[in-house]
């Protein structure tokens, strides 16, 4: 793929936000000083949320500038690379050991991320100035939403993987921040933490796995470089030539990355940290679940396809733990009775079907379900955002009900996430889930189990997403009348409901199944990208396509399973907790399994957190406290009362210093005879 010269101009994407961020943080610190002002700090706080949100329209209008400007060349010479700043260098110029740059690249993947971040994450902001209004920390607020969506396009736009991985942390940082942003209520800063911690294990992966891909071909081009773009072409054109302890580094690379990615993206077994992600605002989980965080992995996975590709035992690997994660979330979600946890666990879920597409080889269908899945989740997280708006902060759905008449357009526009979540027919999810499973059951042997588990998935989605809808919406009102009364919420936060259930309903265009007889816009979009990485996999077990008859039994098959459990879920609970409370009585186990999430999270906390607590608690209590400060302490105290007795005897009387002196010659004159 060619670049075609230096396009400066690719930094103002991720610095306008960065910039916004800097302005933002500058007018918190005026509110703090202002504070004892109250109408000037609000004034202060709001020019806050317009420059954020000023600073991420700009970026989109880049974003979509960008995406003009590579529509306008060749299909295999969409790149344009910014200047490409030195960082890190050894050797003598013309023989270097190790060169790594600092550049950004907008290809077709980067392009698509970009609009992504910036146009789902641009209706986030504007619905959060609504959301967040008269919160003490406003202006903080939108200083950190803007340093997240630079660290994301940072990520997406680096054409190193040192430069990715800078925004791999900054992510990280950003969501340390955000989830905890109302740290005063305890919890939210604890599940900060755990995040932080989780996600660091997964780095350190992500880490490993850059240096192995160091030198991987010695004297080729890869030696000494981290340019994704080089080490992706480099692999498609010696794919021959990977054997014996080349394609052992190879796997291994990929593996640790891999394990990155579970960090990040909320893979089993690295995705406990995600559901106590909620404890933050609700704007800050829509824009981690649906436009920026947890989509790294997915992007850094078809970034380097040709890498992945030319380890088919980790790609399978990848496609079991990503249908494994998608059984474990949706089952989870099941049960759940706060609103955000439900659609926390289904966020798990469908990352679980994206790493299942790309362990099946389906890069371009991965890449067609997180855009799906950014407009309809998001969707879901500022319409639960809403409702949570309007019912001053209750999320228990058993204390909701009948909210369809208080909150009628965040109500349709609910609807319109729902249909598309639950995979119901035309619309986005459906068509974007249904080429996931489509490609695990053309890939065949195991995989016809993971499809399997897919199916299985699909019907434990429909079910729980509708119930989220019938008992939230439906049935008789279940909160207190006197302390809780529904309201809809301001143009302000409803306008960004409205643009997202358009995309959510519509967005299925960008990739039509084949039996349609129409383009499938998003593949022939990504195909320069995505092109190595196929013909490897073509190579080595030849081509897998279905036959159009076998295609619409599937379609068929996917539609009627969606719209016979939507069905049941919604009519299991449109008439309240019944159905709940019956499932608890008769099967308590299952549901504190369920509820717990196959208790994996508590089982970390016995097997692994509180033996590492014990160990720390004996550290610092015992082996530091008393050995340590003990034998420290004991050595200064014997100093000090040997100075103490010594002191007595500087008394400053002259016969006592003649009998100390007498004394000593006698004792040296006795040492004398006796030696």
């Not at 890190?88 to 740059?101: K, P, T, V, Y």
């Not at 504007?126 to 950190?144: I, L, S």
């Not at 039509?512 to 196929?534: D, K, N, S």
Request: with cysteine.
């Amino acid at each position: 793929m060619e670049s075609h010269g230096s396009q400066a101009w690719l930094w103002s994407i991720p610095l306008l936000p960065l910039l916004g961020s800097a302005i933002a943080g500058a007018l918190h610190f005026l509110t703090l000083r202002a504070r004892k002002s109250q109408p000037q700090a609000s004034g202060v706080a709001s020019i806050a949320a317009l420059v954020a949100c000023v600073a991420m329209l700009a970026a989109f209008g880049c974003a979509i500038f960008g995406f003009n400007e590579l529509r306008a060349l060749g299909e295999h010479e969409r790149a344009l690379r910014s200047t490409a700043h030195h960082w890190i260098s050894m050797g003598a110029e013309n023989a270097r050991l190790f060169d790594f740059q600092l550049g950004l690249l907008l290809d077709p993947l980067s392009s698509t991320m970009t609009l992504v971040v910036t146009g789902v994450g641009l209706l986030i902001h504007v619905y959060a100035a609504g959301y967040m209004k008269g919160d003490p920390g406003y202006a903080k607020f939108f200083a950190y939403l803007n340093l997240f969506v630079f660290a994301m396009l940072m990520l997406v736009l680096s054409s190193s993987l040192l430069g990715t991985f800078i925004g791999w942390e900054g992510v990280g940082l950003c969501s340390y921040l955000l989830i905890g942003f109302w740290y005063e209520k305890g919890w939210p800063a604890e599940a900060a933490q755990k995040a932080f911690v989780m996600n660091r294990v997964g780095d350190a992966c992500f880490l490993i796995g850059s240096f192995l891909l160091i030198g991987l071909f010695g004297t080729d081009p890869t030696h000494g470089t981290l340019d994704m773009a080089t080490i992706a072409s480099t692999i498609a054109r010696n794919t021959s030539e990977l054997e014996g302890g080349v394609q052992l580094r190879v796997s291994l690379a990929a593996l640790f990355l891999f394990g990155g990615c579970c960090g990040k993206s909320a893979q089993f077994p690295l995705f406990t940290w995600l559901p106590d992600a909620m404890a933050g605002p609700t704007p800050v989980s829509a824009l981690i679940h649906a436009a920026t965080m947890v989509t790294s992995g997915i992007y850094l996975v078809v970034r380097l396809n040709p890498l992945f590709a030319s380890a088919p035992t980790v790609l399978t690997v990848i496609a079991c733990v990503g249908a494994a994660t998608a059984l474990i979330g949706g089952s989870s979600a099941l049960v759940q009775r706060d609103i955000k946890k439900v659609l926390a666990y289904s966020t798990v879920s469908q990352l679980g079907y994206m790493f299942l597409a790309l362990g099946s080889g389906a890069f371009a269908a991965a890449v067609f379900h997180l855009v799906t899945h950014a407009f309809f989740k998001a969707l879901l997280f500022l319409g639960a955002g809403s409702v949570i708006h309007g019912m001053h902060d209750e999320q228990d759905m058993h204390k909701m009900g009948g909210l369809k008449a208080h909150m009628p357009r965040t109500f349709v526009t609910f609807l319109c996430g729902a249909a598309a979540l639950s995979g119901l027919p035309l619309m986005s999810g459906f068509f974007s889930k249904d080429e996931i499973l489509a490609h695990t059951f053309a890939t065949g042997g195991l995989h016809y189990a993971l499809w399997a588990i897919g199916i299985l998935t699909a019907a434990l989605t429909a079910y729980y997403t509708w119930r989220m809808v019938a008992l939230t919406f439906f049935g008789p009102e279940r909160f207190d009348h006197h302390h809780v009364h529904p309201h809809e919420s301001p143009a302000l936060m409803t306008t960004p409901l409205a643009v997202l259930a358009v995309l959510s309903v519509l967005g299925g265009a960008l990739g039509l199944p084949i039996v349609f007889h129409a383009p499938h816009l998003l593949a022939g979009w990504l195909e320069p990208v995505t092109a190595g990485g196929e013909r490897i996999l073509a190579a080595h077990h030849g081509e897998h396509e279905l036959s159009h008859t076998l295609e619409w039994i599937l379609l068929a098959a996917g539609s009627a399973i969606a719209l016979t459990f939507a069905h049941l879920g919604f009519h299991a609970h449109k008439h309240g907790t019944r159905q709940d409370e019956f499932v608890a009585a008769r099967r308590p186990a299952l549901a504190a399994f369920l509820g717990d999430a196959w208790t994996i999270d508590s089982t970390y906390a016995k097997v692994i957190v509180f033996p590492l607590r014990l160990v720390a608690h004996v550290i610092a209590f015992v082996i530091d406290a008393f050995a340590i400060d003990g034998l420290v302490n004991g050595a200064g105290s014997t100093a000090r009362e040997i100075g103490a007795v010594a002191r007595k005897s500087a008394s400053g009387s002259l016969a006592t210093y003649a009998l100390w002196m007498g004394a000593g010659a006698v004792v040296l004159s006795a040492l004398w005879m006796w030696s």
